[in-house]
C-alpha cells in the first residue's frame, strides 16, 4: 500500500519561497506520477504541476508556470514541490498526490501554507 | 483548455433518498484509444479528496456499490442511490484527456437534510 507523507506547515513573507516536501513509501517511486495540487481556504481543488521520476521531466499548469518548480529524488523517494514570490493569495492547503493506476488514486495529508507579512 | 462545469453547486438529500450530479465538459472526453477520461473525487471535511469513480463509470476500490457513474462524450453524472451520513462532503469531477494537464471542476457540496 503506497503512502505519502508530506512535511509540516509553513508560515512565509510576501516574496519569499516555499518549499514543500512528499515522501512515498510502498510500491516504486519512480513508475508514476507525483502531482500537486492545492485549495485555497473554501475552495476547490486547482492542479499545479506533476513529475514522473522515471522520465525526469516535470509539467506545470500555465497558471504557475515560472513560479513553481516539481522535482523528484528517487534515491529518497521523495517529491518536492517549490513554489517563488509568494503572495497572500497562495495561503493555502498543498496536496501531493500519486497516479498509481489512475489519476490521484493516493493522496498526501496536505500541508498548509500561509502567506503573511 | 477543458472547462469542467458541474450542477448544482450544492444540494441537500435527506437519508435513504438518490443524490445526482451533473458534469459537463468543454471538449469530448473520449479518446482515440476508446476510453473516456472522466473521474470523480470525493472529499470529505479536513481530509485530502478521494477517488470514487475512474473512467466514467468504474468504482475504485473499496468504494460502496451505491455510488455509480455515467454518461458519455461531454455530458457525466454520478448518482448516489440512497445517501449516507458518511457521504457528506465535497464531490469534484475532473478530466484528463488533456494530457499533462488536468482539470477539477468547481465542486458540489453534498449535505445531509
Known amino acids: 500500500q503506497v503512502q505519502l507523507v508530506q512535511s509540516g506547515a509553513e508560515v512565509k513573507k510576501p516574496g519569499s519561497s516555499v518549499k514543500v516536501s512528499c515522501k512515498a513509501s510502498?510500491?516504486?517511486?519512480?513508475?508514476?506520477?507525483i502531482s500537486w495540487v492545492r485549495q485555497a481556504p473554501g475552495q476547490g481543488l486547482e492542479w499545479m504541476g506533476r513529475?514522473?521520476?522515471?522520465?525526469?521531466?516535470?509539467h506545470y499548469a500555465q497558471k504557475f508556470q515560472g513560479r513553481v518548480t516539481i522535482t523528484a529524488d528517487k534515491s529518497t523517494s521523495t517529491a518536492y514541490m517549490e513554489l517563488s514570490s509568494l503572495r497572500s493569495e497562495d495561503t493555502a492547503v498543498y496536496y501531493c498526490?500519486?497516479?498509481?493506476?489512475?489519476?490521484?488514486?493516493?493522496w498526501g495529508q496536505g500541508t498548509l501554507v500561509t502567506v503573511s507579512s | 483548455d477543458i472547462v469542467m462545469t458541474q450542477t448544482p453547486l450544492s444540494l441537500s438529500v435527506s437519508p435513504g433518498q438518490p443524490a445526482s450530479i451533473s458534469c459537463k465538459s468543454s471538449?469530448?472526453?473520449?479518446?482515440?484509444?476508446?476510453?473516456?477520461?472522466l473521474y470523480w473525487y470525493l472529499q470529505k471535511a479536513g481530509q485530502p479528496p478521494q477517488l470514487l469513480i475512474s473512467?466514467?463509470?468504474n468504482r475504485f476500490s473499496g468504494v460502496p456499490d451505491r455510488f455509480s457513474g455515467s454518461g458519455a462524450g461531454t455530458d457525466f453524472t454520478l448518482k448516489i442511490s440512497r445517501v449516507e451520513a458518511e457521504d457528506v462532503g465535497v464531490y469534484y469531477c475532473?478530466?484528463?484527456?488533456?494530457?499533462?494537464?488536468?482539470?477539477f471542476g468547481q465542486g458540489t457540496k453534498l449535505e445531509i437534510k
Open positions: 498526490s500519486g497516479s498509481m493506476t489512475y489519476p490521484f488514486d493516493h
Open positions: 510502498g510500491g516504486t517511486f519512480s513508475d508514476y506520477a
Open positions: 513529475t514522473i521520476a522515471i522520465l525526469g521531466i516535470a
Open positions: 471538449q469530448s472526453l473520449l479518446h482515440s484509444d476508446g476510453k473516456t477520461y
Open positions: 473512467e466514467v463509470s
Open positions: 475532473m478530466q484528463s484527456i488533456q494530457l499533462p494537464l488536468y482539470t
